[in-house]
Structures are given as C-alpha cells and as structure tokens.
C-alpha cells in the first residue's frame, strides 16, 4: 500500500481509499468507491482487477468476524457460516450459502 506522501504526489485518492477499505474488509466503502469511479478505473486500465480484489475484501470482513468471534467460541477454527451470511445480509450483499460452503 502506497504512502500518504505517494497518494498526494500522484493525486491516488481514490485508489489508496480503496485500498483501505480492502484492508479493513469495509465492504460498503469498498463497493461505493468502485461504483463512484468505475469509468475512471476503466480508463486506467484496472478495474477488472478491482473487481478481483472484493474477494480479499470478504476475506478480511470474515477475519474480523472470526476474531471477534474467537473469544465466546469454544473452537476458535471453525467459522459459523449462518453470522457470515447475516453480516453480508446487513451489508444488502446477495448472499448464496452454495456458494460460500
């Protein structure tokens, strides 16, 4: 992930805000600055690989997830599929339980 002084120098607003949301797993920011910059992204050439890049960002919400999990769990390995699905269900994500498990 690129420096503050790097976003600034190259004007990488956008990108570096995304980055972030993918590091923190925030969904809803993650999806609202990709829709918000779509034809920029286009433009640029990267927004296939954006697009590729929610998959980390579910990866990371479900980290979180598991982490404060974790402490009220006996098996801190396993993940409760029925919590991932209601946290997606409340981030308005189509959710297709086939598909996760």
Not at 49 to 77: A, D, E, G, Q
Not at 85 to 91: F, Q
Request: aromatic content about 8%.
């Amino acid at each position: 992930m690129p420096s503050a002084k790097v976003r600034d120098d190259y004007k990488l607003t956008e990108l570096y805000d995304l980055g972030q949301a993918a590091i923190k797993g925030d969904v809803r920011t993650f999806e609202y600055i990709l829709m918000d910059n779509q034809k920029s992204f286009i433009r640029i050439g990267v927004y296939l690989v954006l697009v590729h890049v929610k998959t980390i960002v579910y990866r990371n919400l479900f980290k979180r997830i598991m982490i404060l999990i974790n402490t009220t769990t006996p098996n801190p390995y396993r993940v409760n599929l029925q919590v991932c699905e209601s946290v997606l269900k409340s981030l308005d994500e189509d959710v297709d339980m086939d598909e996760i498990g």
